[in-house]
T-cell receptor, first 119, second 113 residues
Framework: GAVVSQHPSRVICKSGTSVKIECRSLDFQATTMFWYRQFPKQSLMLMATSNEGSKATYEQGVEKDKFLINHASLTLSTLTVTSAHPEDSSFYIC???????????????FGPGTRLTVL | AQSVTQLDSQVPVFEEAPVELRCNYSSSVSVYLFWYVQYPNQGLQLLLKYLSGSTLVKGINGFEAEFNKSQTSFHLRKPSVHISDTAEYFCAVSKGGSYIPTFGRGTSLIVHP
């Protein structure tokens, strides 16, 4: 299957700083990318959906000013956690697919995740 | 909105034994159903999916699942597990017309020698 990478795999930062996480589709063009947050022993929670060249659509309860998403190209999306606090510590996972949300089925491919720890 | 319940948080089983991981969903509309596997420090990988057609779906690594509309279930089965099947398994559902899944909490499958 197709490969999605994330960088960094782990990051530790101080409270109040901003952290950027990159998500890349390595061998296909990702029309749509998704960002999830996963708490220990819990399911993946969809944070936002982004289409290349347009603004991300955030799920209810997700602060768009805190979690900035940029999908500037068909192979790269970034999630920036601004003014991070300890409660933002979590496992962040991105995924990518080549079709739009309501296109015929295209598989979603997931990155390996980024563990964020805010001290 | 749709939701997914994975009834077992952890399923221990001996190698070569059969296993069933349970998944129930709730939705007021037609759905698509998925099972994903997550190995340690890796991303989720699609095991199998039900979009339409035959209710018995076969996936990778010898897994299969059966869509039961009357019981709103999509249980995952494998007749004989291997040590390498030890992983976290996620059931997911999306409403018809959209393929963005909503995930269950996951079931940790632990295969003992």
């Amino acid at each position: 299957g197709a490969v999605v990478s994330q960088h960094p795999s782990r990051v530790i930062c101080k409270s109040g700083t901003s952290v950027k996480i990159e998500c890349r589709s390595l061998d296909f063009q990702a029309t749509t990318m998704f960002w999830y947050r996963q708490f220990p022993k819990q399911s993946l929670m969809l944070m936002a959906t982004s289409n290349e060249g347009s603004k991300a659509t955030y799920e209810q309860g997700v602060e768009k000013d805190k979690f900035l998403i940029n999908h500037a190209s068909l192979t790269l999306s970034t999630l920036t956690v601004t003014s991070a606090h300890p409660e933002d510590s979590s496992f962040y996972i991105c995924s990518a697919r080549s079709g739009g949300e309501f296109d015929s089925y295209n598989e979603q491919f997931f990155g390996p995740g980024t563990r964020l720890t805010v001290l | 909105a749709q939701s997914v319940t994975q009834l077992d948080s952890q399923v221990p089983v001996f190698e070569e034994a059969p296993v069933e991981l349970r998944c129930n969903y709730s939705s007021s509309v037609s759905v698509y159903l998925f099972w994903y596997v997550q190995y340690p420090n890796q991303g989720l990988q699609l095991l199998l999916k039900y979009l339409s057609g035959s209710t018995l779906v076969k996936g990778i690594n010898g897994f299969e699942a059966e869509f039961n509309k009357s019981q709103t279930s999509f249980h995952l089965r494998k007749p004989s597990v291997h040590i390498s099947d030890t992983a976290e398994y996620f059931c997911a559902v999306s409403k018809g017309g959209s393929y963005i899944p909503t995930f269950g909490r996951g079931t940790s499958l632990i295969v003992h020698p």
